[in-house]
Structure formats: structure tokens, C-alpha cells
């Protein structure tokens, strides 16, 4: 420990993460920040980090307000409609209304957009995908952020925000290691943005054995987005809105273009349409929902596994129709090739040829994100101009934490924005961080090496556990003194799984599974304190359980809070199984007290910003 270096970094606006989000954050925040000092902090390196890193074969929002394709009225409806009526339509509809600016410098830097050849127009997959060559996607915002920030400082991990000590609930910076050399940093900043990404690997995954680590989200996605502002008291909202994604079974691979360029459909093992089937079961549960139009995805999610529960599976997309086409068979294999090679080798591992055989699909274990089609995340402010008083305290996108921002998978409320309205929140949060500091805001912030020490003692604990353990052992891993990362990880993953909703119950849970799960979890902090690492490797390794246990907490909190089923599809309350709009049409809120920590839950009102004023005007 004596030997680890220590670093010191003093500056304006830090943004932890530099994946779409930060990236978008650092850029954005040089534009209105000309003098300021700014620093992008990335666990991997920013050239080929975060969930963008392989790249992607499609923008999935875009307006396309120029040729008015949309506006960003029409996708307020449609996440709206997605997420079962709860949203902050605010959050996204300050997204969508900036989104188009962003996709445009995108096109500008370089990135091989797809253009229709009669209209001149991006050439559209689905209502709101344009298509692009994505494998160069991140590099190419990373550019931007490189060009923009004072300093990027890759491979390494944040573990903690640091707090202000002069005034309370003001944040003060953040520490973390190096996971190749192991010093130690310290940032101490006048504001700081979080945009770690979401979290993978809460829950146990379907791919395991040889398998493991193969999973939808990006395996690197570890929850920091959310453990970071939860360890320090702020608010988080909808962090039991996770995801289950359909997907080409073991590879993960994506489905949405084919369903929507291919125009391919499911069917079960007889060939059948089954999710029409559902419907009357379907409108017992959740009522009119079952009738908007485009079918919210848990509520086809609800089809998919009812139908294999009893008994009619495998489910298959029906693929040999379209990929007689040559044209269509070429873009079904680069669809992967830009994106998902590894489902092009498992199908060629299987002997699957999609021409000639019908690939099956599945349901993949639960994902908690802000950016995909799902909305938890952290409880943040919204712009001035739209956001009711409940929704707006002084900086658009700041946390309840003072000088705190986020962006991205970070920010809860507002989904379907994608690797594009994830920069362009990234880009809202950075302007606003900007404001926060030239209105005088972030002065006098009191950081004390003390606190930065004791961090220090902390981080590196794991170190010492193992190297203090491991004499105890004379082979093998399990030891009395220590738990390794990986014997951590997957204890969690058999906890979230089995008690809060995962594939081994069939996304079911109940109150009384959520209290053995809390009580189960509570534990597992505990025997945290313990866990041990061999290396600087290892040592991330450990960090990135930690926050996936504390994010898990927090999940299996609000998942307890809501007695409801309200996403039939993503997870099932057996206890409440029906959609309760009379008591549940709200957000959830939580917030954990950084000094016992214990959560406390409530309430927090949905409005519908878009349409009410139409519908006030009318009447
Ligand atoms: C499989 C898959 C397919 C997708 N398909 C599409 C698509 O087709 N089109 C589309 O538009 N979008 C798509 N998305 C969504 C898009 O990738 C995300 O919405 C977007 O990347 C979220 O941005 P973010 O900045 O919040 O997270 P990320 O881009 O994941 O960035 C988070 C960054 O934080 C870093 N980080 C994490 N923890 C720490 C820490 N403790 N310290 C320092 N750094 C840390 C990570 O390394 C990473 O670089 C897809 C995502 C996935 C996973």
C-alpha cells in the first residue's frame, strides 16, 4: 500500500465515463467552457470503451425533423406508450428536440451514414433507426472528446465520488486506480458528470460455462452509473424497470433488423403466430396497453415466455424466406459483422445457415439501463423551459446531489435514446455543468486529503485481504478469509436471479422473495468487505462487484416498493400480477442515506407534458 503512487488532479468539469455520453459531455462542455479545465476519466480507453466500443449497424434515434419524418412530440409518445406510461417526458423530449444536431456532426466527422439513393435522405431502418457503417462510431466521437478535453486518462477506474466538506450534498470530485500501474488518482472538480453506462451481470446469465461472460449488454457495463450516485444519498427512480431482450439465442445477437429491413417474423415449434394468442390473457393483466400501437416490447416479451412456458418453444425467427433474397442475405450477415460477430460464429459452430434453418430466439436475463428501451437511472433535473416544478431544480440534468450531473445509461425517465441521445444528453448535462460553475456555484469547495486517504485505505483493501488470506490456502481458491470477485459475482447473480426476477423463476418474483433477497444481499455486503484480489486485474474486478452489488440493492428496493406488475414481460409480481394504474401510475424514487445504509422509498408524479396541453386547449 506504502508504495502505491498517488496523483492529484484539480479541475473545472469531470466526466467519469467517456463512453456516447461522455463523450458528447467532454465535447460539449469545451464549447461553452472555453477556460475551463476539463478532464474525461475511462476505465477502458476511450478509442473502444463502453457499449459502442464494437460499433453498431444503426443510429436508433433520429428525428429527421429537417424532412419532418418526426418530431419530438411524436417520440415522447412513443416511449411513452413503450414504458407503459411512465416516463419523464421532459428528459425526453428535451433529448429528441437535440438529438438531429448531433447525428449531423456525427455525418460531419466522418461516419459512413447510409443514404437513400432516390430521396438523398438518411436511409431509414425502422420509424426512428437511420443506418450507418458503424464499426468506426466510437472512434470517431472519441476524436471529438480527445480534441476537446485538457486531459483523457484511460484505464482507470472511479470507485468513489468525493464530497464537498464545506456545504452539504455538494460533490467534490471523484478517486479511483489504475488498473495497469495501480496509482492511485484523485480529481477533485467543481462538477462532476457521470456516464459509467449501465449494468450487466446483475443477474445471472443464460450464457454460462463456457459461455460465460457472453451476455446483451455490454459485459463491461458494471453498474458504476448508478453505484456511484447512490453511495453518496442521491435520488434514484425506475430501478425496477429493468430489460429482457428477445434475441437470437446464444449469441445475443440483435433482432431489430430483421424484423424491420428483412421484415422476418416469429412463430413457435408448429409454425404458429402465437402472440395473438395471448392477447385475452394479455388484456386481463394490463387492460387497454394490449391495444396501443407499436405493441409495447415487454408486452410481446409476455407472449414469447408464456408461450414457452407452456410448452410450445423453441420460438424461431423464420428467416429462410427473406434470405432468398441476396440483396436481404447480405444485409442479414453484416448486421452482425458491424456489430455482433459473435452470433455469426455461434450460428456457423450450430451449423445454422439462416437460408435453410430457422434460428431460435430467446429471452436474455434482466439488464438495468437508462438509455435502452428501459429508464432507471438517477432522479435528475429537467430543462427550465419544460419541466414542472416537482421535475426542475436549478441545472438541467443535475442530480440531487449539488454540482452532481449525469447522462446516459445514468439518468433515469427517459428512454429510447440510444447511442445517439445519449451523446446529446451528454452534451445537455456538460452545458448546464458549465452554468453551474460560471454562476458562481461550485466555490470554495473543501476537499481534504484526509477524506481522499481514507478512500485510499479502502480501494486497496482487497489487495491486502488476499495477500494477507492467501497463506492460509495451500491450492485451489476457496479460502476462510477472502472471496474472490468471481465467487462474488456469481453468489449475486443467484440471489437477483432466484429471488428478484430472473430467468430461473421465469421473471417472477413476490414480496416475500424480494425480503429473503434483500436479506440475502445485506450478507453479501457484508462478506464484501472481505473479498479479495491478486491483482491490479483483480482489483477492478472487485470494484465492479461492488457497485453491482449496491445497484442490485437498489433494484431489489424498488422492485419491493412497486406492488405491481406493471411490465408483464420483464418481471411478474405474483403477488400484485395486474397493472394497477389507480395506485401505481407514478415514478418510484429511492435514496439511500449514505451514513446507515438504508433506503427509503416514494412517489414521485408522472406528467404527461405532451398531449395535456392539446387536451387542456380542447376542453
Ligand atoms: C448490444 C447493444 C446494442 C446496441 N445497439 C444500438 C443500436 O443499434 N443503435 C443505437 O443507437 N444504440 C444502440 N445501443 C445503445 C447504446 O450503445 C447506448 O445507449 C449508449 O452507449 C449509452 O451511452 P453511455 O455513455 O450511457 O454508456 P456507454 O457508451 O456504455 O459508456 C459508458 C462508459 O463508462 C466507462 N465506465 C464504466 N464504469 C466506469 C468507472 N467506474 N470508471 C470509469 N469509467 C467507467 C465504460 O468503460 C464506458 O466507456 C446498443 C447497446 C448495446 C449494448
Keep these: 500500500m506504502a508504495k502505491v503512487k498517488t496523483h492529484y488532479e484539480d479541475c473545472d468539469v469531470l466526466v467519469v465515463g467517456g463512453g456516447m455520453a461522455g463523450t458528447g459531455a467532454t465535447f460539449e462542455a469545451r464549447h461553452w467552457g472555453r477556460d475551463l479545465k476539463i478532464i474525461c476519466v475511462e476505465k477502458a480507453n476511450i478509442d473502444r470503451s463502453g457499449a459502442v466500443a464494437q460499433g453498431l449497424y444503426a443510429i436508433n434515434c433520429y428525428m429527421g425533423m429537417q424532412w419532418d419524418e418526426n418530431q419530438p412530440e411524436d417520440h415522447v409518445r412513443y416511449a411513452r406508450n413503450d414504458l407503459m406510461g411512465l416516463v419523464r417526458e421532459d428528459l425526453g423530449y428535451d433529448m429528441a428536440r437535440h438529438v438531429d444536431s448531433a447525428v449531423h456532426m456525427f455525418d460531419e466527422w466522418g461516419l459512413p451514414m447510409m443514404k437513400d439513393e432516390k430521396t438523398g435522405r438518411y436511409l431509414r431502418e425502422g420509424k426512428w433507426q437511420i443506418m450507418i457503417h458503424g464499426e468506426s462510431y466510437k472512434p470517431i466521437v472519441a476524436e471529438a472528446a480527445k480534441k476537446s478535453a485538457d486531459k483523457i486518462y484511460n484505464r482507470i477506474m472511479v470507485t468513489h465520488l468525493l464530497m464537498d466538506e464545506e456545504k452539504e450534498n455538494r460533490v467534490g470530485g471523484a478517486v479511483g486506480f489504475n488498473m495497469r500501474t495501480g496509482d492511485y488518482h484523485v480529481f477533485r472538480a467543481k462538477t462532476v458528470i457521470v456516464a459509467a453506462g449501465g449494468a450487466s451481470h446483475i443477474f445471472k446469465p443464460r450464457a454460462v460455462g463456457e459461455g460465460m461472460g457472453r451476455t446483451w449488454y455490454a459485459p463491461w457495463s458494471n453498474g458504476s452509473a448508478y453505484a456511484l450516485p447512490i453511495a453518496v444519498g442521491a435520488k434514484m427512480t425506475q430501478m425496477e424497470n429493468r430489460i429482457v431482450l428477445c434475441r437470437f439465442k446464444d449469441g445475443y445477437g440483435p433482432v431489430g433488423a430483421y424484423f424491420l429491413h428483412l421484415k422476418t417474423y416469429t412463430q413457435n415449434a408448429n409454425g404458429e403466430n402465437y402472440e395473438k394468442k395471448w392477447y385475452d390473457q394479455t388484456k386481463e393483466l394490463v387492460g387497454e396497453y394490449i391495444d396501443h400501437h407499436p ?31 441476396p440483396h436481404l442475405e447480405t444485409v442479414g450477415w453484416e448486421n452482425f459483422l458491424g456489430m455482433t460477430v459473435g452470433q455469426a460464429v455461434v450460428w456457423a459452430s450450430q451449423n445454422i445457415d439462416p437460408k435453410y434453418t430457422n434460428p431460435e430466439l430467446t429471452t436474455s436475463e434482466p439488464y438495468v439501463m437508462g438509455s435502452h428501451a428501459t429508464c432507471s437511472g438517477a432522479w435528475v433535473s429537467g430543462p427550465e423551459d419544460l419541466s414542472p416544478p416537482e421535475y426542475f431544480w436549478g441545472y438541467n440534468r443535475m442530480l440531487t446531489v449539488d454540482g452532481l450531473f449525469g447522462a446516459g445509461d445514468t439518468v433515469g425517465g427517459s428512454a429510447h435514446k440510444f447511442s445517439s441521445g445519449s451523446f446529446t444528453e451528454g452534451r445537455l448535462a456538460a452545458k448546464a455543468a458549465v452554468k453551474y460553475i460560471q454562476d458562481q456555484k461550485a466555490e470554495n469547495i473543501k476537499v481534504t486529503d484526509k477524506q481522499c486517504e481514507d478512500f485510499k485505505e479502502v480501494i486497496y483493501k482487497p489487495l491486502e485481504n488476499y495477500t494477507v488470506g492467501q497463506n492460509e490456502i495451500t491450492g485451489g481458491t476457496v479460502s476462510p478469509s477472502y472471496i474472490l470477485p468471481i465467487q462474488g459475482l456469481q453468489r449475486l447473480q443467484r440471489i437477483m436471479d432466484e429471488y428478484v426476477g430472473g430467468i430461473a423463476t421465469n421473471y417472477m418474483t413476490n414480496g416475500n422473495m424480494l425480503k429473503r433477497g434483500l436479506e440475502l444481499l445485506e450478507w453479501l455486503q457484508e462478506d464484501l468487505e472481505n473479498v479479495g484480489a491478486e491483482d491490479y486485474h483483480q482489483l477492478m474486478r472487485a470494484w465492479e462487484l461492488k457497485h453491482r452489488a449496491l445497484t442490485s440493492q437498489c433494484v431489489t428496493e424498488h422492485t ?44 414521485a408524479p408522472v406528467y404527461h407534458i405532451v398531449d395535456e396541453k392539446e387536451k387542456k386547449e380542447a376542453s
Design 560 to 603: 419491493m416498493f412497486r406492488e405491481e406488475t406493471r411490465w408483464p414481460g420483464y418481471y411478474y409480481r405474483g403477488d400484485h400480477m395486474k397493472l394497477d394504474d389507480e395506485n401505481w401510475h407514478c415514478l418510484t424514487l429511492s435514496r439511500r442515506d449514505p451514513k446507515t445504509g438504508k433506503f427509503t422509498m416514494e412517489k
Design 295 to 325: 405493441t409495447p416490447t415487454c408486452l410481446r416479451n409476455h407472449a414469447f415466455i408464456q408461450e414457452t412456458i407452456a410448452g410450445r418453444g423453441p420460438i424461431q425467427m423464420v428467416t429462410t424466406e427473406a434470405f432468398q433474397d
